[in-house]
């Protein structure tokens, strides 16, 4: 009985309670709570890979957002502070400890200023995380919100077609370029790059789904009591696409970070020292004897990174469909 309890989360009263003889008691069906949230949880911990992608992120956030904060690191300053020390450049992680000792930072080893990589890509990483999820998340919010008037309603549907058909044959990073060129690479030019078509793709996404339950018998009723487009598609509409919506974001965090990477590798990315710039900037590393650390150590926590987000999002956009919340 105690089994039936803890999996019905129910008490005795309500599993085993006596039913009427009238026909509207007798048709009462005892049904498990459910709580849509805590069983997203639920599916989404049942894995225990994923337990170890949520340490990883973590992780990542941490040295990310807290390292930087607590060493008190002045991109302005710390890159410059060993610039006249000739010896303390280029090093490996082992040449560095003997040079300046074994502690945390010199674990990367140094750059071309005699610099702290570890210190360098833990500060980018932290400039192209907070710029993917800028990006993703007005993108998301408008491409979402206006997805589901546009598959909704017939006449925005008409208009926001041929939007599309304009728009939507632009090359996105052809015009990401050529807002940067046009601009100065600073962080929210490219963030205005990145959004001023880039809720198109999630926005056509979104229409297509909705078309496809738009004519349900509830959203009909809906409308013929007179409510409103915009209350139907956020209440009835939105609520059955969180799977959808998470999968999008999960894809859309970790391509942020892919093109500021590849922007800054060709030389049209951020004037700040994010990972896309330190990979542009030990690019002819990569070609010197010993010197390769400066360039791949910077390339595997970018990869990491993205890796790392985007297999969180999957799983947990997986666990947010309630197909898979049966047992």
């Known amino acids: 009985m105690e089994d039936l309890n803890k999996k019905y989360n129910m008490s005795d009263e309500e599993l085993f309670s006596r039913v009427g003889s009238d026909e509207f008691a007798s048709e009462k069906i ?7 949230w805590k069983s997203v949880f639920r599916v989404f911990f049942r894995n225990k890979v994923n337990i170890i992608v949520l340490i990883l992120l973590a992780v990542v956030i941490v040295f990310a957002y807290v390292y930087p904060a607590v060493i008190g690191y002045d991109p302005g300053v710390d890159p410059y502070i060993n610039l006249n020390d000739a ?21 990367f080893g140094t750059g071309a200023n005699g610099n702290s990589t570890f210190d360098a890509i833990w500060n980018g990483s932290r400039i192209s995380i907070s710029l ?15 997805g589901a008037v546009w598959g909704f309603s017939r006449k925005v549907d008409m208009i926001m077609n041929e939007v599309y058909n304009v728009l939507g044959n632009i090359p996105y990073t052809l015009l990401i370029s050529v807002m940067v060129m046009v601009f100065s690479p600073s962080f929210w030019t490219l963030v205005f790059a990145m959004t001023i078509i880039g809720w198109l793709g999630m926005a056509y996404y979104i ?17 013929c009591l007179g409510t409103s487009i915009f209350k139907i598609a956020s209440k009835n509409i939105l609520p059955f696409m969180t799977s959808v919506i998470v999968l999008e974001i999960a894809a859309a965090i970790p391509g942020y970070i892919s093109y500021e990477v590849f922007l800054s590798y060709i030389g049209l990315g951020l004037s700040e020292a994010s990972l896309g710039r330190l990979i542009y900037e030990s690019q002819n590393a990569m070609v010197t004897p010993g010197w390769g650390w400066e360039f791949w150590t910077p390339v595997a926590v970018a990869s990491v990174i993205t890796v790392v987000l985007y297999v969180t999002g999957q799983n947990l956009g997986d666990a947010s469909d309630p197909r898979t919340h049966m047992e």
């Open 30 to 36: 005892t049904a498990p709570r459910y709580s849509y």
């Open 207 to 223: 229409r297509t789904r909705v078309i496809i339950i738009r004519d349900n018998e509830y959203n009909l009723a809906s409308r």
């Open 87 to 107: 010896a303390g450049k280029h090093l490996t992680p082992g040449a560095a400890f003997k040079h300046f000792g074994v502690a945390l930072k010199w674990i």
């Open 132 to 146: 993917a999820v800028i990006c993703a998340a007005i993108n998301m919010t408008i491409g979402t919100l206006l």
